[in-house]
Nanobody, 125 residues
Framework: QVQLVESGGGLVQTGGSLRLSCAAS????????MAWFRQAPGSEREFVAAIGWNGASTTYRDSVKGRFTISRDNTKNTMALQMNNLKPEDTAVYYC??????????????????WGPGTQVTVSS
């Protein structure tokens, strides 16, 4: 099973940028689509963006389209989320996750029980 660790969170002002990273160890990272989710206080965890197993496809939630970019480097077993023009409503703990099944595109992503510990993103107004 892939082990996941997120990093890169922090405090930023509205309109600022952050770049989150997800490092994977063990397992077969390059065979699985990956995704970012987030959870704000008092809210359920929600999908943010996904990237297919080979990086050829991406999917975003509507509220982050044009502001966030997901990417991966299968040679380094890492995934990133570049977040620009951040808004207070982006404040949440961000988690990376591996797809349930291997060799799938982003549009068929199904979250697995494999979660990292998360990284806090706080956007001040």
């Amino acid at each position: 099973q892939v082990q996941l660790v997120e990093s890169g969170g922090g405090l930023v002002q509205t309109g600022g940028s952050l770049r989150l990273s997800c490092a994977a160890s063990r397992g077969s990272f390059s065979e699985f689509a990956m995704a970012w989710f987030r959870q704000a206080p008092g809210s359920e965890r929600e999908f943010v963006a996904a990237i297919g197993w080979n990086g050829a496809s991406t999917t975003y939630r509507d509220s982050v389209k044009g502001r966030f970019t997901i990417s991966r480097d299968n040679t380094k077993n890492t995934m990133a989320l570049q977040m620009n023009n951040l808004k207070p409503e982006d404040t949440a703990v961000y988690y990376c996750n591996a797809d349930q099944l291997p060799i799938r595109g982003s549009s068929r992503y199904t979250p697995s029980a494999n979660w990292g510990p998360g990284t806090q993103v706080t956007v001040s107004s």
